[in-house]
C-alpha cells in the first residue's frame, strides 16, 4: 500500500499531530493513508507540502503536465518560497492551523516508480526541488484556497533547500545542520553522531 497517490478535496480536511513514527497515527491530516510507516509520517513529517512553481519548473523539465498531488503532497502552495523556508519557521494556514517546517524530503523507491523517470532519485536530489516536511503546532482545518503566512522564522536556522543540499550532498559541512532550531530530533542525533 502507498499513500503518495494524493487528490484535490474540495472539502475541510482537520490536521492534528498524529504522534510518533511508527505507533501513531501516521499522518497530519485525516484521512491520508501512508503505507511506509518506516519511512514517512509521524509528528515530524505529519504534513507535506510542495510549491505549484516547483512544479511548473518540473513540467518545462519533463515535457509533461504535473497535477497538485503530484508528489504526494498533502499541500500545494502558490507564492510561498517552500525550499527557501527556514527549518523551524511557523506557517499560519486558513484561521488556525499552525504547521512548523522541519526537513526536504528525501526521494524513495515509491516516488521513483510513481514518476516513472530514469534516474529519478538522484535527479529529484540534485535539482533540490524537495519541498517541505510540517509538523503540527496548533491543530485546525485546512482547506483549498486557505491563505498561507509564514508567522515566526528562527533567527538561528538553514534553509530547507541548504540543508537537504548538505544533507544528501555536501557531508562535510554536516555541523551547519545543527544550526537548524527546528531540526528533528532523530535527524539532530544523526547529524551529531556523524560529526562526532
Known amino acids: 500500500m502507498t499513500g503518495i497517490d494524493k487528490r484535490p478535496v474540495e472539502h475541510p480536511v482537520q490536521v492534528r499531530a498524529p504522534g510518533p513514527k511508527t505507533t501513531g497515527l501516521h499522518s497530519g491530516l485525516i484521512g491520508d493513508p501512508i503505507g511506509d510507516i518506516k519511512n514517512h509520517g509521524g509528528n515530524d513529517q505529519a504534513v507535506y507540502a510542495y510549491a505549484r512553481e516547483d ?8 515535457g509533461r503536465q504535473l497535477a497538485g498531488g503530484a508528489f504526494g503532497e498533502n499541500l500545494t502552495t502558490i507564492g510561498l518560497d517552500v525550499c527557501g523556508a527556514m527549518i523551524g519557521e511557523v506557517w499560519r494556514v486558513g484561521d488556525e492551523l499552525e504547521l512548523q ?19 529519478w532519485l538522484k535527479r529529484f536530489t540534485k535539482e533540490n526541488r524537495t519541498g517541505a516536511y510540517l509538523r503540527v503546532v496548533t491543530p485546525g482545518s485546512v482547506q483549498a484556497g486557505d491563505s498561507i503566512s509564514v508567522t515566526y522564522r528562527p533567527s538561528k536556522s538553514v534553509s530547507i533547500a541548504e540543508a537537504f543540499e548538505v544533507y544528501m550532498l555536501d557531508r562535510p559541512r554536516l ?7 527546528g531540526l528533528p530530533a532523530d535527524l539532530r542525533e544523526d547529524v551529531r553522531r556523524r560529526v562526532s
Request: proline share 6%; aromatic share 14%.
Open 101 to 119: 517546517t522541519t526537513f526536504g524530503r528525501i526521494p524513495c523507491a515509491t516516488f521513483q516508480a510513481r514518476m516513472e523517470e530514469p534516474k
Open 175 to 181: 555541523a551547519r545542520l545543527l544550526d537548524a532550531e
Open 55 to 62: 512544479y511548473d519548473w518540473w513540467e518545462k523539465e519533463l
